[in-house]
């Protein structure tokens, strides 16, 4: 199974999250084809509700432990929960270009 | 004391004796990651000083702080001894305001 079909399986089943978009952006990297290195996770669920950020995303590194400590080198967190995510108008920014780090080190 | 006990404490105290800390890739004037050079541009719009450290120069720092952290990328901004959290959420604060609010706040106890 890809690492990206795995992380949208692990959050499924944990958050039943109402909206969730796992993107390869590992191609915008100085990686290999198919390193699946970095990626950008939007999560829309009900389990969000009065978490602070700092918690929300703790909680998805923790679910996603053994994928940080694998392939995965950068993860973009967008968390939200249904309320927040409409007064967003459901719009996610763009991420940042690669700066040439993970060339040499790997690991955001 | 183990090696990383010693890591861990020097990190701890760099965050306890500055009132924001980013520990980042690269250095504000020449960021080696897009993360990084994010969040240091929204922490210069805030227009108050600093501190950073350079992971990629000081790679037991690099190793050591996740642990310490439960926080496992970096970039990693502290205000005034707490995480605030990664490129994402340090986005987010300076969006809705939130940012600059917590780090007058910091720079004005400590000064």
Redesign the interface.
Known sequence: MSTAQTIHDILVDSLSPLRLDVIDESHQHNVPPGAESHFKLVVVSDVFEGKSLVARHRMINGLLAEQLAGSVHALGLHTHTPDEWAARGEQVPASPPCRGGSKAEGGH | MSEQDDVAARIKQQIADNPVILYM??TPQM????????TVEVLKQCEQEFAFVNI?ADPSI?ETLPKVS?????PQLYIEGE???????T???AESGELKKMIDAAASKAA
């Open positions: 890739k690269g960021p080696m990651c897009g993360f990084s050079m994010r990629i690099r439960d926080w496992p990328t970096f995480l605030v959290g990664g490129c994402d959420i986005m987010e604060l």
